[in-house]
């Protein structure tokens, strides 16, 4: 199994980033598929998570109505759309699966993980 996050980069408070999860390996219509990030510091934390089967979402608190996450079926990937970006949210963003049918929000899990990509805002 591999997932390969990608779009990271550095952008102003206020502006908009897409990350993308690429997932490959096996089938993935059963899994839950998350996004988490860690700050310099600090321990990773949930971002926002989606049931591939059902489209189903679940947002941390702190990006709820900026961040959206969602999933594109023909090309087995996960996005993270993050507008209204600000300077604390700043971190590495890690994508994440696991294979059980609920939703967690707790990094131990999930089975699967990514190798993260850095998001820099600037205020």
């Known amino acids: 199994v591999q997932l390969q996050a990608s779009g990271g980069g550095l952008v102003q408070a206020g502006g908009s980033l897409r990350l993308s999860c690429a997932a490959s390996?096996?089938?993935?219509?059963?899994?839950?598929m998350g996004w988490f990030r860690q700050a310099p510091g600090k321990e990773r934390e949930f971002v926002a998570a989606?049931?591939?089967?059902?489209?189903?979402?679940y947002y941390a608190d702190s990006v709820k109505g900026r961040f959206t996450i969602s999933r594109d079926n023909a090309k087995n990937t996960v996005y993270l759309q993050m507008n209204s970006l600000k300077p604390e949210d700043t971190a590495i963003y890690y994508c994440?699966?696991?294979?059980?049918?609920?939703?967690?929000?707790?990094?131990?899990?999930?089975?699967?993980w990514g190798q993260g990509t850095q998001v820099t805002v600037s205020s």
């Open positions: 994440a699966a696991e294979s059980s049918p609920f939703l967690k929000t707790y990094p131990g899990a999930y089975d699967y």
């Open positions: 390996g096996r089938t993935f219509s059963s899994y839950v």
């Open positions: 989606i049931k591939w089967s059902s489209g189903t979402t």
